[in-house]
Every structure is written in C-alpha cells, then in structure tokens.
C-alpha cells in the first residue's frame, strides 16, 4: 500500500514535469499572449497533483510544515484562520491557495513568505504584520531569482515591502491589494517593488500608503496597468533606469508626487490619471532624462504641477487633458525635439513654464482654455497665435515669491504687454494652430 | 444711527445708479456663467472682477455720495444728533447698499444655475464675503478723502489716485522691489506688503480657496505656514476687519473736528 | 437766551471771528447783518454746533452747548441752501426728521398754508428749487422751539409765499419764541426784526434796535445806515 502511493506520486512527479516542460513550450510560442492563459493551462495540471490541506485541526497545522512536505507542483490549500508563521521559505514551484480570512500573521518579524523557486502560485490569501527594519527590506512576499511566479487576489496589509521582487522574469501581480500606514519615508517601503526584472504584468492592483505605490528599477518590458495607486508618501509609481515598459490606466492620486520616470528610453504612458498631487514642489508626473516616450491620452487635473520635464528628449504628448493645475507644464533644462499636440489646457494657473529663451519643441493644435482669439473662417483653427508662456510665469521661475502676485490687475497689464511684443519669453513659442473647440 | 442709515439706505436704494450697480454685476453673473456653465471657473473670473471693481465702484460712490448730501448733512447737523451718528450712519447707509447691489447682483445668477448645491458654495460665498469687506473698506477711505477735501475735483482726483494706487501701482512696486531684492530672504517682506493693501489681501485670501495654497509652497515657509493655515485665514479676516475699522475711526474723528 | 463769549474761529490763515461777545435776550426778533465775510454765518453755526470755535464758549439757557448736542433739540434752523436726498419723498422726508427729533410737530397747517399738498409724494430731486424752499419752512417750523435761527429765509421764495413766511415769524414771535435771521434784504429786516446785530471784521460793531441805528448813523431808512457804516469804517 505505502510502495504503490510513493510509485504513484513518482508517476505524478513525471506527469507534472512533462506538463511543465509542455507548458513552458507553449508560453515560448505564445509569449505575445497573455498570461491568463498561462492559468488556464495550469489549472488541468493542479487537478493531478498533490493537494495539502493546512488548518488548526488538520494533520499538517502550519504553512511551513505544508511546504516542506509538498512535493514540487503541488497545492497548498490554507483554510480560513489565522497561521502566525514569518520567513516560510518556499524553495519549489507550489501554488498557495486560500481564501482572505486564510491570513498569515507575520507578528512584526522578518519577511512572511519567501518565493526563491521557479513557478511559484500564490492566491487569494491574506499577509499581514510584516517586520519592520530600517535596514532590511521586509516584505509580505520576497521573490528572488524566480521565473512565472503569479500573486494573485493577495491582500497585504500594514507591511514594510509589500512584493518585492529581485532578478525575476515572466511573473504576473493581478488583482492584489497592498496597503499600511507609513508616516516617514526612511520607516516604510514600496508596495510592489520590482528590481532587476523583466517580463513582469501589474495589473489591477490597489496600492496605497506606502512609501512608494510601485517602484521600478531596472525593469524593462514590463506592463503596468490598470493600477490604482493613492495616498503614498512619496511617489505613486517610480520609474528609474527602465527601459521598454509601458504604462495604461492607471490612477494615481493623491500622493507625494504622482509618478516619476528617470533615465529611461522608450516608455509608452496612456490613459492614466494623474489626480490631486498638490503641495509644495508636488507634481503629477515628472520626467528626468526620457528618450522616446509616447504620453498619450492622460488626464493631469489638479497637480501643483501637471508634468515636470528636465532633460527630456523626443517625446510624443498628445490629447492628454491638463486641467486645474498649478502649471501645466513646466520645463526645465535641455529638451529638444518634444511634440506638443492636441492637449488641452483647461484653467490651469500657467499653461507652460519656460525657462530659457529657446525653443525647440513643437506645440501645434492644441485647446488652450484662455485663448480669446478668432476664427474668421470657421476651420476650428484660430487665426490668431497662442502664447502659452506668459510674462508673469517666467517672472515667477526667476523669483518664487511673486507668485504672490497671481491674478493681480499688474500682472495683467504685463502680461498683456509681453503678449503684444514678447521681450523675455521665446519667441517662437507659440501654437500656430490653437483650437477654437476642446478635443473630446 | 439706525435712522440715519435707514433713509440713506432708502435714498440710495431708490437712486438710479444702484440698480445701474445691481444690472451690470446680475449681467456679468448670467453671461459668465452662461458662456462657461462652470461655477468654479465662473469665481476665478469674478474674482478678477471683484477685487478691482468693487474698490472702484467703493470710492467713487463714497466720494460723490458725500459731496452730493453736503447740505442734508447740514440740515442733520442742525438736528439734536452727535456727528458720529449721522457720518457713521451714511457711511453704513452707502456700503450696504452697494454691498446689498453685489450680493444680490451676482448671487442670483448664481443660485439660479445652482451653485448651492455645487462644491463652489465655499468659494462663492468667501468671494462675496470679500467683495462686502472691500466695499466697506473704500467706502470708508472714500469718506476720509472727502472729509479731509472741501474740493469736490480734488477730493474725486485724490479718491481715483488712492484707487490705482492699490489696484496697480503698489503691485508694480511691490513685484519690481521683489526682483530687485530676490537675494535677501523676502518672506517676511511678501507677507507684510501683502496686509498692507486689502487689495492684495482679499485676493490672496480668494486664490487661498482656489489655485495658489500650492503655488506658495515656492515662497518660502513664512509665507505658506502665514496663509496656508485656518490660522492664516483668522489672521487675514481680522486685517481685513481693520481695514474697516481704522478709517471708520478716523471718520470720527475727523468728523468731530470738522467744520461745516 | 444766548450767551457768546470770547468767541475765536480761524478757517485756514483767515481770522473770521475775533474775540466776539453776544448776549441775545428771550423773546423777539434779531437780526443778524453784516458785509460779505463778516462772521455772520459762521456765528450762527457756532450756536448750531456745525463750527466748533477755536476758544470761548456759548452758553444756551445756561447750559454749555460747544461738543453737545442735544441742546439742538430746541433749536429749528432754517438752512440757507435747501438740498435733499434726491431719491426721497416730501413725506418720507419729513417723517425722517420727526424721526430724528422725538418731538410733536404739526406740520399739517403749514403744508396747506404752503400748498405743498400736491408735492408730497414727489421726489425731492424733482421740485423746483422754490419748492425745496417751502419744504425746508416746513421742516423749520413744525416743531415747537424756543429758538430759531433762519438763515437767508426770503430766498426763491414767491411773494404769497413770503407773506406767509412773515406772518408765521410774527405768529412765533408773539407765541415768546426768540427768532435769530440773517438777511441781505434790509426791507425785510426793517419790517421784523426787533434788534439788529451789525459784525464787522469778526466783531460785534452794533448791537441795538433800528431806531437807534438810524440815528446814530443819520440816516433815515436801514439800507442808508447799513452803506454808511461800511463806508466811513473803511475809509
């Protein structure tokens, strides 16, 4: 009896091995599709392996007893109820499975799951109480050096870290909610932290009161989309030295800053919002040395500032929606070659802040909400030139503090002085074409 | 007092320019809010408005009011009244009145497209609040600079000066002594040169409300932690309450002294 | 009645009264003349309290009146020029001053005996300046005072209307009231007036009845005397 279980569970051992070898055939081919049906694959494939059952009552009681005695590819099944267990180590391709009151309490000690093997499933579960350290990064789930890890329906709650992911590839992070309470930023972390990593999907996760909502560094043909993230100390997605990512719908609101890309070339942004980032130096999206960047579609409403650009170059913006913001835009140091085309700019303070007197970006076809020009022959195009760069908002680069002055009958009258004959902004910046009608 | 204000309030009520007053800010309400159909876009523009008109309107009245009932005030004089109770009264009677022609001109084209029930409430009512407050306030300078000049043409040019003076020149003065001195700090200057116009006051207090609480963040910390906080808002309503109240004292006082 | 002692005003660099003493007895009619710029209306105004002197006092049924002002409440004046608010009714107007002064007025007879009856629901603004006139007699004399001073009272007035005026000083006279007016039309002072008061150069140069001014001048109608003083004292 005890012969014929082990000799059927190495049958199954090579069963799940040829399926995965299957299966990871199929995900090469299919590599443009998405990893849903990666799922679908796999689901067949838990139904022949091992199952393990983890409760207070159940012959195995903890996760990490559950894991040591799983064979690889086989499920853990968590029922509902409480497991104070931290640093479970999870060194062979397991699915966790369970449901929101399966929680993992990790006391305020160390990391609670560690993910170092290939194919690891970890869904629907609840991770709370991570350690907290300034200087280790505590995490509800470490993931290093994995391939096709997928976190799933998690929620982790008052965490340091919440994923933080290393040297990974090909994993998906859907449907997870991560959150705490971070007050500083040196005493708290990143919701989902990705480093050194490719081929990772983010999508339709809510994340907030972290340090940083999403972090990537190092990253490259990664999506994110569909995420929510708010209330964050420092950034709502911070991007540096990723190249190849793209980024759609999301909302990012109402964090320190709501999303920073830097040193980074060929990202495409699209649809996302870009919501209430509003304090002091605070700013809905920056750019920092962007090479070849798409922002398309976007909605910056109510930012101190809508986009701050530094150094950024070749970059496509087109029909995204500024609306309410302190500036609209603001651009600093050298950018060349940026393409300004059928945005809206609705009652924001400035419209464009400039800091130099040159000019080499384009800026045509665009719906500026204070342009009080004509169109006499009904084409939808102004006859008259727009300025988007007023006398008063270059006053304000060169001395904050006049930004006191906002609204004043005087700087009307400069204003209007410098419309009638430009001495200190560029002078070729203006939108031949401004639009007589918002773009819907 | 009350009776005094009473019928200068009914004077005023009935004469033609209050309802000049009245039709012009009920037309500038409709036609912004008919162009825009945005109640908070609506108050940014008013608030342009407001802060320059109401200061003009404010002295001009006051000062034309004043020489205008230079002979019914003897005929009170005559009459077993103190002197305060009769300037006060007229001073009362005029800026309610052309506080009542505001209130009313710009709040029913506001209640009519529904501002009561939109986020812009807040905002609507500060903006009144302040238009009251600079009313009042040029009102009372109008009184002082037509007490203190028995020649209308002189008492109307000094009134006009005083009205540009606030309106545009100190703003001119003000922004070219920031530039100028931009490398010493200038926070405690910005938020003193700021009290010491209403006019500068009142649209600080209104941009407070609507786009500047971040753009301050620049200025420096005096500034911001001055207005960015419910103390700041206490502090610049107390100003802006003597404003009212210092030239109102010296109306008095020179009212006491003045003869007729 | 009156008591004035000592009484300076300066307006600017020019001294209008010098050092003026008057004593005005209850009882009759006194007339207040003098050449342009004599300190008449400025002597008047200080009683009214509308010019605070720069020294001296006044005195009105004993009672110190300089930075007071319900002394006022028996005193009507009559001012020289009748402007209204423009924007109110004779009614509304004279309901405004029996608001002010808490005291009985009868102004019924004095609008029928000024036919103002048609007037009253017109705006002030739009009655002629004649009109005004009236309606400012009718404020004058509604109430009961025991003093009133009239300030050039014959202007713009028509001739019936000028009757009544003397016959209601008259009337007020013979009620014991003491009635101050200043005029430049010397047959109407000549024609009520009890005692005449001449200023000169912020003085009082004469104080006594028109008979006695006659003769001290030896002339024999008011105007003459009146012509003769300024001419000898400025000679």
């Not at chain 3, 007025?105 to 004095?110: H, I, K, S, V, W």
Request: proline share 2%; charged share 20%.
């Amino acid at each position: 009896m005890f012969k014929s279980t082990k000799k059927m569970n190495k049958n199954l051992t090579i069963i799940t091995l040829l399926f995965t070898y299957l299966f990871r055939k199929i995900i090469r081919i299919s590599k443009k599709k998405k990893i849903v049906f990666l799922c679908s694959v796999l689901l067949p494939v838990s139904v022949f392996t091992q199952q393990i059952e983890v409760c207070k009552t159940c012959p195995i009681k903890t996760v990490k007893e559950a894991i040591q005695n799983a064979a690889p590819h086989s499920t853990i099944k968590l029922k509902d109820g409480i497991y104070k267990e931290y640093d479970i180590l999870i060194d062979k391709p397991v699915t966790i499975l369970g449901s929101r009151k399966a929680i993992i309490d990790g006391n305020n000690k160390g990391y609670i799951l560690k993910i170092v093997a290939d194919s690891v499933t970890v869904k629907g579960i609840t991770i709370k109480n991570v350690g907290r350290s300034y200087t280790s990064d505590y995490a509800a789930i470490y993931i290093s050096k994995s391939k096709h890890f997928v976190l799933e329906e998690i929620k982790a709650e008052n965490v340091l870290f919440g994923f933080l992911i290393e040297k990974s590839k090909k994993g998906l992070v859907k449907n997870n909610h991560i959150f705490s309470n971070a007050v500083v930023e040196a005493g708290s972390g990143n919701g989902i932290h990705l480093w050194h990593s490719d081929s990772v999907i983010i999508e339709n996760n809510e994340v907030h009161n972290l340090r940083d909502g999403i972090y990537f560094e190092f990253v490259t043909n990664s999506k994110v989309i569909n995420n929510s993230s708010h209330h964050n100390l420092r950034y709502g997605l911070h991007f540096m030295f990723s190249n190849n990512d793209e980024y759609h719908n999301n909302e990012f609101r109402d964090n320190g800053s709501g999303v920073a890309v830097m040193f980074s070339k060929n990202i495409a942004m699209t649809k996302n919002k870009f919501i209430y980032n509003w304090g002091t130096a605070s700013y809905g999206l920056l750019l920092k040395e962007i090479y070849d960047a798409e922002i398309i579609d976007n909605t910056f409403q109510e930012n101190t500032i809508g986009i701050n650009i530094e150094g950024s170059t070749r970059i496509n913006y087109k029909k995204n929606n500024f609306i309410s913001n302190g500036w609209a835009i603001k651009i600093a140091g050298a950018c060349y070659a940026n393409k300004f085309n059928q945005n809206n700019f609705l009652h924001n303070s400035f419209d464009v802040s400039y800091n130099s007197k040159l000019n080499d970006n384009n800026f045509t076809n665009n719906y500026w909400s204070e342009y009080t020009g004509y169109d006499l022959d009904k084409n939808g195009v102004g006859d008259v030139p727009y300025r988007p760069v007023k006398l008063f908002s270059y006053i304000v680069n060169k001395t904050p503090e006049t930004v006191v002055l906002l609204r004043s009958l005087f700087v009307d009258i400069i204003n209007f002085s410098e419309k009638v004959s430009p001495a200190f902004t560029p002078d070729n910046l203006v939108d031949k074409q401004p639009l007589m009608r918002k773009i819907q | 007092m009350l009776k005094i204000f009473k019928y200068s309030f009914f004077d005023l009520m009935r004469s033609r320019w209050s309802y000049v007053y009245f039709v012009f800010y009920l037309l500038i309400g409709f036609v912004l809010l008919f162009l825009n159909n945005d109640t908070s876009k609506a108050v940014i523009t008013l608030m342009n408005i407001i802060v320059v008109l109401t200061p003009l309107i404010g002295t001009i009245f006051g000062v034309m009011y004043y020489y205008n009932s230079r002979e019914f005030t003897e005929l009170l004089l005559a009459q077993p009244l103190k002197r305060t109770t009769i300037f006060l009264g007229q001073y009362i009677g005029v800026s309610f009145s052309l506080s009542l022609s505001l209130v009313l001109g710009l709040g029913i084209p506001f209640v009519a497209y529904g501002v009561t029930q939109s986020t812009a409430i807040f905002d609507f009512i500060s903006l009144l609040l302040v238009g009251v407050f600079l009313t009042f306030i040029f009102v009372a300078l109008a009184f002082n600079i037509a007490l203190s000049n028995e020649n209308k043409i002189k008492g109307f040019g000094y009134a006009i000066l005083l009205w540009l003076f606030l309106a545009v020149i100190y703003d001119g003065l003000f922004l070219i002594s920031l530039v100028l001195f931009q490398e010493y700090p200038l926070d405690q200057f910005s938020l003193f040169a700021t009290i010491f116009n209403p006019i500068d006051l009142s649209r600080i207090v209104i941009l407070l409300k609507l786009d500047i609480s971040a753009l301050l963040g620049y200025t420096g910390a005096v500034f911001q932690k001055f207005f960015g906080t419910n103390i700041g808002i206490i502090a610049s309503t107390i100003v802006l309450i003597l404003w009212v109240l210092l030239p109102t004292f010296r109306i008095v006082v020179k009212a006491k002294k003045k003869d007729f | 009645m009156i008591t004035i002692q000592n009484i300076y005003k300066k307006f600017g660099k020019v001294s209008v009264l010098k050092g003026l003493d008057l004593e005005i007895n209850a009882g009759g009619i006194f007339a207040v003349l003098g050449p342009n710029g004599s300190g008449k209306t400025t002597l008047i105004k200080s009683i009214l309290g509308m010019v605070i002197p720069d020294k001296g006092s006044i005195t009105i049924q004993n009672k110190k009146i300089l930075k007071t002002h319900l002394y006022r409440n028996n005193i009507n004046y009559l001012p020289q020029i009748a402007n209204f608010p423009a924007n109110l009714t004779v009614t509304e107007l004279l309901q405004m001053i029996k608001d002010i002064r808490i005291k009985e007025a009868d102004e019924a007879a004095l609008i029928e005996q000024f036919d103002l009856k048609p007037f009253l629901k017109q705006k002030l603004g739009n009655l002629s300046g004649g009109t005004r006139q009236k309606v400012n007699l009718v404020l004058t004399f509604m109430f009961d005072s025991e003093l009133i001073i009239l300030d050039e009272p014959t202007t713009g007035l028509d001739p019936i209307s000028l009757i009544r005026l003397k016959e209601i000083i008259q009337q007020e006279k013979d009620n014991g009231k003491t009635i101050l007016i200043t005029s430049h039309i010397m047959s109407f002072v000549e024609e009520v007036a009890d005692e005449v008061v001449f200023l000169l150069d912020g003085k009082i140069y004469f104080k006594g009845n028109i008979t006695e001014l006659k003769k001290q001048t030896n002339q024999s109608d008011l105007e003459h005397a009146i012509a003769n003083i300024l001419t000898t004292q400025h000679a």
